[in-house]
Every structure is written in C-alpha cells, then in structure tokens.
C-alpha cells in the first residue's frame, strides 16, 4: 500500500464516519452505550499509540530516551503547559539525552 | 432582543476565535511529525486538508512511522476508529447546522472536538451555529496553514531520532488523552490498553497492538465497568472543557 493510498482511503473513512452522524436519526445519541464505547475507544487508541510510541521499535519493546521524554511530557501537561511547549520539551529532553549518551 | 442575539453572537466568535487559534498551532507539530514519519511536504498538507482530525492524523503518522507503509490498514483502522467520536458530534450538530447538501457537507467536514464543543457552549441558535462555522472555518484555515509551516520545519531538521521527534509524538498523544482521563473508566481503559498494546507488540505485525487495544474500549464500554450507575446523558459525555484537543 502507497502512502497516497493510505492518506486517501484513511480521509474518505474519517469523512464518512463524520458524515454519518448527520444521516443518522438523533435517537441514536439517547443510548448512552455507543456514546460510551466511541469516547472510550478515543482513550483506548490514544493510551496504545502512547505505549507504542515511547517503547516500541518495530516489534521489540525498548527503554531509551523516549521515556524520561514522556516523564518530562506529564509534568509539564500536570502544571498545564501549552500543547506545542509539551511536545517540543519531548524532543527536546529526548535529543539531549541522545546527545549526552 | 436584537442587542441580546448580536451579543450572543459576538461571544460565540470570540470563544470560536480563542480556542481556533490555540488549537492552530498544534498543526505545527503534527506537520513536523508527519514529515519525520516518511510522509512528503505534499502528503503531509493534503491529509490536513482532507482528514481534518488531529487524534486521527496523528495515529496515521504514528503507525506509518513505526510500520511503514506496510502498517498501511492498521494506520487506517486506527484513524477511522479514532474517528468515531466525531460521528457522535455530528449527531449532535444535525439539527444546528445541518441543511442542504452542500452546506451539509461542508458541517460534516468540519466537525471536530471544537467545533462541536464551542458550539454546545453557546445558548441560543444562532450563538451555537456563529460558534460552529467561526471555530470550524478559524481552525481549518489555522491547522492547515499550520501543517505546512511544520512540515516545512520538519523538512530542515532531518533525522528523526537524533532531534528527539519520536519522543514528540508520544507526548503529542500523550497530550491529546490528557484532558480525557478525568474519571475512572476512562482511566481504566487507558491502562487496560496501554498494557495490551505493550503485551502485544512483540507478538503482531506494528499497528495491529493498538487496534487489538480498542477491544479495552469495547469491552468496558458494553459492559460500562466502572462507570457511573446512572448513565448520564450521551451528550454531557461529549463536554470537553476548555482543554479538549482536535
């Protein structure tokens, strides 16, 4: 599969879904479960991307400078740091632990 | 009662306004981040301008970054899975801004975290749609002007690793969750799946831990496993404060 198809098929999925919610009859919203499941699976992909993300190198699981970068990552969010200074200390935490290593 | 709806109005533009630009700047990460993924400057801007939904663009980013091309359906089904909190807000706004065809379209492409947020905010009618079209129109023109300043960024710096950027997309997702773990269902799940995906790396392919770990989601949320007895309201579960990301 080519990155174009990929960036393609991804958005006329994302659209679709969003789409869908206009086509939709509103009583769908008065079931707390498939609102409950869609904010969940939110969390879910989020936590696992994170997981992979910070540990994972192809299929091996690693510890390395990702993860003092994730540390810095949650303080900084804690104290409610903007967005782009908590992902730029990431990177930077990261390059200099890499640098001094 | 003129006065009152034009106020309404202008309150709900600058909230659109506030939280547009703010959000903005997060595609400048995203653009870095999806050029250091292996993505072109061109691929980059085009998934903004088409997809419109940062958790989703990122966990494309994500994936391809860890698997390559060959994670390309896993990096699809994540996305289209992260994007299915957006079908809940479309509901939602139907009978706000829904209309025509085109004008439906154009509703269903800009409904995000934001849009949908800011709107609800708002108390009247017309307060709720100024709130949708403003932040919706402020956002897609800031993200993806954004998204080409960080890909272009993204573009000098070169080698990943050696900058630290895989390390920026971890926090990038770690602050997109963030505002979400405000109970202990949400919690739960994300440690239920961070512990899947970490199980399970070693055992798949890249990309299918993270879809493996949506079942976290599915199973608490079908069974609702520490979640409030008296199920509150779908939409006050789509509240997303001051500090929800796209």
Known sequence: MTSWQIIILASI???ALKLAGYLVPPSLLERPR???????MTVALLAALIVVQTLGA?????????VPALIVAAGLLAVRAPFIVVVAAAATTAALIRLLT | MSTARSSQHKAAIRASVAVGIAVSAYGISFGALAVTAGL?????CVLSLLMFSGGSQFAVIGILASGGTAAGVAAIASSTLLGT??????????PVVGGRWPRTLLAAHWTIDESTAVSAAQTTPEGQRAGFWWTGAIIYLGWNLATLIGALIGNLLGDVSQYGLDAAAAAAFLGLIWPRLKS?????VAVGAAVVAALLTPALPPGLPVLAAALVAVVVGLTNWLGPKDPLPAMQQL??????FP
């Open chain 2, 85 to 94: 909190r957006n079908a809940l807000y479309a509901i939602r706004m139907a």
């Open chain 2, 184 to 188: 202990m269902q949400p919690i739960a």
């Open chain 2, 239 to 244: 509240d997303l404060g001051e500090d929800g």
């Open chain 1, 13 to 15: 999925a994302v659209f």
């Open chain 2, 40 to 44: 072109d400057i061109v691929q980059t």
């Open chain 1, 58 to 66: 192809g299929t091996r699981i690693v510890f390395d400078a990702r």
């Open chain 1, 34 to 40: 498939p609102a409950r499941i869609a904010n969940l």
